[in-house]
C-alpha cells in the first residue's frame, strides 16, 4: 500500500500469522506482521509524465484508490499487488519523465546506501533488489520500522544524488513509496523473480544476470564490468 516518507525518524520465514502485526498510520493505513518479508518500490520525482497522472489507469490513481479499498479485509488487500504491478509495467513501456538513476553515480550511491542498511546498520535482511533508470525494487525482512527505513535510505540517497546532480531545495524521489507484506513463500519466490527480471522484461539487458544494479547480478558475483551490461556507463 502506499506510504508516506516524508516525515522524520538467523533467517525468518517469510510465511508468517496475519494476525500478529504491528499497525502504523500516515495518509493510508499500514498493517506490517512481525517476521514478514516486505516488497517495496519507490521512483524519482517527476518521473511519471503528467499525463499518467491525469489517467484513471495510472500507477499514481491506482495508488490514490488504495485508500477506499477495504483494506481490513485481506482478499481485497492482496487484489492491490497484481494492479501495481501491472501498473509498473505499463509506466516503464512508457517511457518519459527523469531517469536520473541512469547515471552510474547515482546508481552506486542506492545500491551502497542498500547494502549499508543491512550490513552495517541492521535495518533489514535483503532477499532481492534491482535499481532501474527511475525506481527502484526491493525485498527484504525488517528489523527496524519500515518507516524508519525508508526516511533513512530515501534520505541518504537524496542528499547525495543532488549533491552529484548540482540541485538544491528540490525532491529527489517521490514522497510516496508502496509496499506489500508478503504472504507466502510462493509469494516470495514469485516476488524475487519480478523484481529480478524487471530489466530484462524492459528490453534493458538480454539476461537478468547482466544487469548491474541488481541482487541478480550480485549473486552471480559479477564484478567484473566486462561481463555486466554497458547501459549504465560512468558519467
Known amino acids: 500500500m502506499p506510504r508516506d516518507d516524508t516525515d522524520g525518524g538467523g533467517q525468518q520465514e517469510a510465511i508468517v500469522s496475519p494476525t500478529i502485526m504491528a499497525f502504523t498510520r500516515r495518509h493510508l493505513p499500514h498493517w506490517i506482521p512481525e517476521n514478514a518479508a516486505v516488497f517495496v518500490t519507490w521512483r524519482l520525482a ?76 541492521h535495518f533489514y535482511q535483503l532477499h532481492a533488489w534491482v535499481v532501474m533508470p527511475n525506481h527502484v525494487h526491493a525485498i527484504f525482512q525488517p528489523s527496524a520500522e519500515l518507516s524508519t527505513i525508508m526516511r533513512w535510505v530515501k534520505g541518504r540517497t537524496s542528499r547525495v544524488a543532488n549533491q552529484i546532480l548540482g540541485r538544491t531545495g528540490t525532491p529527489f524521489w517521490q514522497n510516496e513509496s508502496f509496499d506489500h507484506w508478503i504472504r507466502s513463500a510462493e509469494e516470495l519466490e514469485y516476488l524475487t523473480r519480478y523484481v529480478e527480471n524487471n530489466p530484462l522484461k524492459a528490453g534493458l539487458v538480454e539476461a537478468r544476470e547482466k544487469w548491474r544494479w541488481s541482487s541478480a547480478s550480485w549473486a552471480q558475483g559479477l564484478t567484473d564490468d566486462t561481463n555486466r551490461s554497458s547501459v549504465l556507463p560512468p558519467r
Open 46 to 121: 517527476g518521473s511519471l509524465p503528467r499525463s499518467e497522472w491525469d489517467r484513471p489507469s495510472s500507477f499514481a490513481a491506482c495508488q490514490s484508490s488504495l485508500k477506499d479499498a477495504g483494506l481490513t479485509n485481506d482478499t481485497n488487500r492482496s487484489s492491490v499487488l497484481p494492479r501495481l504491478l501491472e501498473q509498473d509495467e505499463q509506466l516503464d513501456d512508457a517511457g518519459g519523465g527523469k531517469d536520473w538513476l541512469q547515471d552510474s553515480r547515482i546508481a552506486s550511491v542506492v545500491v551502497n546506501a542498500l547494502l549499508y542498511g543491512e550490513t552495517v546498520r
